[in-house]
């Protein structure tokens, strides 16, 4: 390893040092979330599942409604269709 070789190992030590730092930060972090009591996590999570699921059961009544308004719109378009076929073949 000659004198050349000194400043790319600076370099390179300037570059991972700050890396370093931000992955150890990070590591704590993990480590305190983890560590914390489950309670004040699981608190606001039941209560947006709550809210979710009330959310799917309304949307899942309003597409049954639309289901049944799609259903009774085509049954009355097939019935008047019937009604003018019936018409045009009797005149």
């Given at each position: ?14 570059l991972i040092t700050p890396i370093v730092f931000i ?69």
């Open positions: 390893m000659g004198p050349e070789a000194i400043p790319i190992v600076l370099g390179g030590i300037t992955l150890t930060k990070h590591q704590q972090k993990m480590a305190m979330i983890l560590n914390s009591s489950p309670s004040t996590i699981a608190a606001p999570t039941q209560s947006e599942i709550s809210a979710l699921k009330e959310l799917v059961h309304q949307q899942s009544i309003v597409i049954d409604n639309l289901a049944k308004s799609h259903e009774s719109l085509r049954s009355e378009l097939k019935a008047n269709q019937d009604l003018r076929e019936r018409i045009s073949t009797t005149t």
